[in-house]
């Protein structure tokens, strides 16, 4: 047998398309939230164990208090700077983070630190930190140290990194100043010396701001006038070189045109070169004077050995005016005109920097225009949450996460282990409609005693109202005559068929109907577990060899219009005796004298027997055990059957809990196929 006829997932290719959407939606969705829902002892655990480790979390960190200071600043335009600079620096957004970055800065926590309010507290540095709980740990362990044993840059390392928070508010003008610590009384005094040695240093550096100001522009002023006449002084070194490179580009093209016209001996050639190489000799001076001053040696550095080379080979090749010595023109009349755009880009920008600067300067009016931003405290620092509710905080929190893991957990398992639990998952994957929902601790007799109907033994059981269901729900399909022939399977081994058949059976014939209840699990039968007097009896195995006639086969049951028509002896290979014409003759003679034919076939996945048997079905019943049978393995089992021309009439959930949600009860089936011949297969 191939793998691919027992394998649950596999796909099938002439089949109607299996509903994958729908199952990877039930799958992740609603399907397994009910599951997780359903597991609900594992939020209570996961919420108890989070609740303990809030406990233990607090055992060995100290709970902190967080102390609250408000500052306001009150923000005033300046305008010593010009309008420019006004826009740039004075935004409310930039003062405040401006305002915030002085708080915490090295210089004002230096000095909170070793001031006489904080130096006096005795609760500054908690313990070093332990996974041992406060309640095993001794007095000393738990002691706090006091600011004046702690050194500064101790208590600055842990204000700025852990201690001190500084927050403005929203579209307000106000610093929230939050010092969070072990010690509710550190934490206030810390918040309030905060503000007050930044309020102290405020206060002194108002004096001489204006002044600063004006000094500040003034130097600026200076430096850009400097360094403009610098640049201006460098244009003037290369005026003489710049001339002479024009005249020498506009003797160069009539040197060019009159080789054109004239041989080289030619006197008017002749005297034009000489005024072309004097030119050359002339400029060359004047590129050697202007590199050899101070302010341009660095420019003219990077250009220095190409130049030291082309004259070597002139001289090498004894022409000034030969290739060498025109490489040597162009690369000194490209480096001057770098340079001079360089100096007249740099003079422009330094004039317009010195004007705008001395416009500054001018528009200043320290007497009536300087404004200083003003600090005031709104609130003096309070404790904002107490010890008791951080503790009620830290309990509800450790309880909801726990819980919400432990829903993770069984939403996870929900997804991994997806099974069938409940009616409504059911009907959503399948698309079929439940026919009966049988519980869970059935009364249904287990084999080895003598079997009785549960409508007879316990009639008032939630067992015997499903089947009571089951055979409704058969009755509402349609006419009997088109629904005689019901063919109860499954998907795969021990989900219940066969003591669903038998039920069913039973409640047909107590209905006073004409009832058979044929055994066609030719492989591995289970009736003869049910009925002992089927034992050593021929059946439909020896009906289809021809080796016995039907009517010596069909035995009468104890139940009144109940009918038994076993499997028969073993066979080697039950798929040769399955055969259409076999088959109908069979069943054309069953039907001819029987109201219902109910038979109990073997699983659809393992063996292809019950797809043979389908085509003579009127009605099939999948019976589908909870939490037992794989999704895929049920809807592959409703695609074979769909492909064979016998979609299942409806489904039957067996062995139901309560606790799923559905309302009804569960009980554990029978028939485990995994007896002496192991799993179903050809032998």
């Known amino acids: 047998m191939n793998n691919e006829d027992i394998d649950p997932f596999a796909e099938l290719q002439d089949s109607p398309e299996p509903q994958v959407e729908q199952q990877s939606a039930?799958?992740?969705?609603?399907?397994?939230?009910?599951?997780?829902?359903?597991?609900?002892?594992?939020?209570?655990?996961?919420?108890?164990?989070?609740?303990?480790a809030a406990l233990y979390y607090m055992s060995i960190v100290p709970t902190k208090n967080e102390a609250i200071a408000v500052l306001e600043v009150d923000i005033k335009q300046r305008q010593v700077m010009g309008e420019e600079l006004e826009t740039e620096r004075l935004s409310p957004e930039l003062v405040l983070a401006t305002t915030a970055s002085k708080l915490t800065s090295p210089a004002i926590l230096a000095k909170v630190a070793e001031s006489p309010e904080v130096q006096a507290l005795q609760r500054v540095m908690p313990p070093e930190f332990s996974f041992k709980p406060r309640y095993w740990r001794s007095e000393q362990d738990l002691a706090f140290t006091p600011a004046s044993q702690v050194e500064t840059v101790d208590l600055v390392d842990k204000m700025s990194k852990s201690w001190v928070n500084i927050s403005g508010r929203r579209n307000t003008s106000l610093i929230d100043v939050k010092v969070s610590h072990p010690d509710s009384e550190s934490a206030r005094v810390i918040a309030d010396t905060i503000l007050k040695v930044f309020l102290e240093e405020e206060e002194s550096s108002k004096s001489g701001g204006a002044s600063a100001v004006f000094q500040s522009i003034k130097k600026e002023a200076e430096d850009a006038r400097v360094d403009l006449e610098e640049a201006q002084n460098s244009v003037q070194v290369y005026v003489a070189a710049t001339k002479l490179s024009e005249q020498i580009q506009v003797a160069r093209a009539e040197l060019i045109s009159l080789r054109q016209r004239y041989k080289s001996k030619h006197p008017k050639l002749v005297q034009f070169s000489t005024v072309y190489k004097d030119l050359n000799k002339r400029f060359r001076r004047e590129i050697l004077r202007a590199s050899?001053?101070?302010?341009?040696?660095?420019?003219?550095?990077?250009?220095?050995?190409?130049?030291?080379?082309?004259?070597?080979?002139?001289?090498?090749?004894?022409?000034?005016?030969?290739?060498?010595?025109?490489?040597?023109?162009?690369?000194?009349?490209?480096?001057?005109?770098?340079?001079?755009?360089?100096?007249?880009?740099?003079?422009?920008?330094?004039?317009?920097?010195?004007?705008?600067?001395?416009?500054?300067?001018?528009?200043?009016?320290?007497?009536?225009?300087?404004?200083?931003?003003?600090?005031?405290?709104?609130?003096?620092?309070?404790?904002?949450?107490?010890?008791?509710?951080?503790?009620l905080i830290y309990l509800a929190g450790?309880?909801?996460?726990?819980?919400?893991?432990?829903?993770?957990?069984?939403?996870?398992?929900?997804?991994?282990?997806?099974?069938?639990?409940?009616?409504?998952?059911?009907?959503?994957?399948?698309?079929?409609?439940?026919?009966?929902?049988?519980?869970?601790?059935?009364?249904?007799?287990?084999?080895?005693?003598?079997?009785?109907?549960?409508?007879?033994?316990?009639?008032?059981?939630?067992?015997?109202?499903?089947?009571?269901?089951?055979?409704?729900?058969?009755?509402?399909?349609?006419?009997?005559?088109?629904?005689?022939?019901?063919?109860?399977?499954?998907?795969?081994?021990?989900?219940?068929k066969t003591t669903v058949a038998s039920e069913l059976a039973a409640s047909f014939a107590m209905n006073k109907e004409r009832t058979l209840l044929v055994g066609l699990d030719l492989r591995k039968p289970r009736l003869e577990g049910m009925f002992p007097e089927l034992k050593d009896r021929t059946g439909v195995t020896e009906v289809l060899a021809g080796q016995a006639e039907l009517k010596d086969c069909v035995m009468l049951n104890h139940v009144e219009n109940l009918y038994l028509l076993g499997s028969g002896g073993r066979c080697s290979n039950p798929s040769e005796l399955l055969h259409e014409e076999e088959l109908h003759d069979l069943f054309s003679r069953l039907a001819g004298n029987f109201d219902r034919i109910v038979i109990d076939s073997a699983p659809i996945l393992p063996v292809s027997d019950t797809r043979v048997l389908a085509k003579f079905a009127q009605s099939i019943v999948m019976v589908v055990r909870a939490r037992k049978a794989p999704v895929g393995a049920v809807l592959r089992s409703i695609n074979l059957l769909k492909s064979a021309g016998k979609p299942p009439a409806g489904v039957v959930i067996n062995g139901l809990k309560k606790s799923t949600g559905s309302g009804y009860y569960g009980y554990k089936g029978y028939g485990e196929y995994n007896g002496e011949y192991g799993y179903y297969g050809d032998e």
Not at 36 to 50: D, N, P
Not at 295 to 303: D, G, H, I, L, V
Not at 428 to 444: D, K, Q
């Open 398 to 496: 450790g309880s909801i996460l726990g819980a919400v893991g432990g829903f993770g957990l069984a939403y996870l398992l929900g997804v991994i282990d997806y099974k069938i639990y409940d009616v409504r998952s059911v009907e959503e994957i399948t698309g079929i409609g439940c026919m009966a929902a049988v519980p869970m601790h059935s009364t249904f007799l287990r084999k080895g005693k003598e079997w009785q109907p549960v409508l007879i033994k316990d009639k008032n059981s939630a067992n015997a109202e499903a089947i009571r269901n089951l055979r409704a729900s058969i009755v509402l399909l349609g006419q009997k005559h088109r629904h005689k022939m019901i063919l109860v399977t499954s998907a795969i081994p021990g989900e219940g």
């Open 26 to 52: 039930n799958r992740f969705g609603s399907g397994s939230i009910r599951q997780a829902l359903s597991r609900w002892w594992m939020m209570l655990i996961f919420g108890a164990l989070g609740y303990a």
């Open 292 to 391: 050899s001053t101070e302010s341009e040696k660095a420019f003219w550095m990077k250009y220095k050995d190409r130049l030291q080379e082309l004259d070597e080979k002139i001289i090498e090749e004894q022409d000034s005016t030969g290739e060498a010595a025109d490489e040597w023109l162009a690369v000194a009349q490209n480096a001057l005109s770098t340079r001079a755009n360089l100096l007249n880009a740099r003079i422009e920008q330094g004039q317009k920097l010195y004007d705008r600067l001395t416009e500054r300067l001018t528009e200043l009016n320290v007497a009536d225009e300087e404004s200083i931003d003003e600090y005031k405290i709104i609130q003096s620092a309070f404790i904002g949450l107490t010890e008791d509710s951080l503790r």
